[in-house]
């Protein structure tokens, strides 16, 4: 199994319909691919974290990287996922609202940005990915 987590700048202003609409499709495709993972759309950019089989994560995130809605600035991939982290989530939508830790992302965002180093924020790909699953298990208890 492969996670991967990326993220991206919206090329228009996304209405909250429009993003209910992006999320609803996703959650059906990633249902029928048993792909998993959640959506955070913030300030005009998308973080997103998809994990599967590594033929269709390969497949969806082609797709994803084409699609002129967006456009990618920085991907993480971790090849040695054992177990799903979201096994619940086809293509969670995450609100700010939704959760107090949900600043974690924000952190997420500086650092696929490049600004956690105008910050002065020291990290690198693993504490990341530490983050990412932290916050699964935190997501388990505290939304479901
Ligand atoms: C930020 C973002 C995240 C997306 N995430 C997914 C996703 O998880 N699953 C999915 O099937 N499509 C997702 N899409 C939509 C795909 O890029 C694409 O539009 C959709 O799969 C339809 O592809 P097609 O036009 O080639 O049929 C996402 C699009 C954007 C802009």
New binding site residues.
């Given amino acids: 199994m492969k996670g991967i987590l990326y993220i991206?700048l919206a090329k228009h202003n996304f209405t909250s319909n429009e993003l209910d609409t992006?999320v609803c499709?996703?959650s059906n495709?990633?249902q029928k691919y048993g792909?998993t993972g959640y959506?955070y759309f913030e300030k005009g950019y998308?973080l997103?974290y998809?994990e599967g089989e590594e033929s269709v994560i390969d497949v969806?995130i082609h797709?994803?990287q084409k699609?002129p809605?967006?456009e990618v600035i920085n991907i993480l991939e971790d090849q040695d996922i054992i177990a799903r982290r979201f096994p619940t989530w086809h293509?969670h939508q995450l609100a700010k609202s939704s959760l107090i830790q949900l600043n974690i992302e924000n952190i997420l965002m500086d650092y696929m940005t490049n600004d956690s180093k105008q910050n002065n924020i020291l990290l690198n790909s693993d504490h990341i990915w530490r983050i990412v699953y932290k916050l699964s298990t935190y997501r388990t208890e505290i939304i479901l």
Wanted: proline share 0%.
């Fill in positions: 991206s992006l499709n996703a495709y990633n792909i959506l998308f997103q998809i969806l797709t994803i699609d809605r967006h293509m």
